[in-house]
């Protein structure tokens, strides 16, 4: 069965730490991996994807894939109060788009 | 404004009753998906469509039915509700890679 593992927290990070979010895929050939966000009572947002294994940074958000462990991560840098959220890992298992998604993981930001 | 809608936003449903989940799209995307989510399970497809007038199963379809004679519509039916259908619902639609969701609707079956 295709999963994908998240610690469901909740992640307590002081204000201006880094955050790092980790997600382990089954799927060995899986090739597209995302990281959405979603606050309490929202629905989910799209942060980041990556399909090359190694570092994507898009402002304080860094995505990194190791395809040989099947790990992927979010790093939050400067963390602030407004990122606290669940954070959904999603994986792309198959050539249809469909993704299988983590459980989350909750992040809190203490200020 | 672009996006997906879904409706109603919430419903409290007695067991046994039929009902419709509605979701319109406005992004022309060929993919429409409809997923429930509930506490510590994580979203869970229920069935999707990667073009109009057509549909597949996911990963938990027993119990609904959707149809998908459109691009932008892609209403999700439940025939006889149960209570383990209580959750929220979140339509979603995709361009290929990202995939964009509608604002949810929370739904108990009593």
């Known amino acids: 069965q295709k999963e994908v593992e998240q610690n469901s927290g909740p992640l307590s990070v002081p204000e201006g730490a880094i955050a790092s979010l980790n997600c382990t895929y089954s799927?060995?050939?899986?090739?597209?991996f995302f990281w959405y966000r979603q606050y309490s009572g929202k629905s989910p947002e799209l942060i980041m994807f990556?399909?090359s294994n190694g570092d994507k940074e898009d402002g304080r958000f860094t995505a990194q894939l190791n395809k040989a462990s099947q790990y992927v991560s979010l790093l939050i840098r400067d963390s602030q109060p407004s990122d606290s959220a669940t954070y959904l890992c999603?994986?792309?298992?198959?050539?249809?788009?469909?993704?299988?998604w983590g459980a989350g993981t909750k992040l809190i930001i203490k200020p | 404004i672009a996006g997906i809608t879904q409706a109603p936003t919430s419903q409290i449903l007695a067991a046994g009753r039929r009902m419709t989940l509605r979701c319109t799209q406005d992004?022309?995307?060929?993919?429409m998906y409809w997923y429930r989510q509930d506490l510590g399970l994580g979203l869970r497809l229920i069935h999707y469509?990667?073009?109009?007038?057509?549909?597949g199963k996911g990963e938990v379809p027993d119990g609904y039915s959707v149809s998908r004679a459109n691009t932008d519509d892609f209403p999700l039916t439940l025939a006889s509700a149960v209570p383990s259908q209580t959750s929220v619902y979140f339509c979603?639609?995709?361009?290929?890679?990202?995939?964009?969701f509608g604002p949810g609707t929370r739904l108990t079956v009593l």
């Open positions: 979603a639609s995709s361009d290929g890679n990202e995939q964009f």
């Open positions: 992004m022309r995307h060929n993919a």
């Open positions: 469509s990667n073009t109009a007038g057509t549909t």
């Open positions: 799927d060995r050939g899986s090739q597209s």
């Open positions: 990556i399909y």
């Open positions: 999603a994986v792309n298992m198959d050539s249809n788009y469909q993704l299988i």
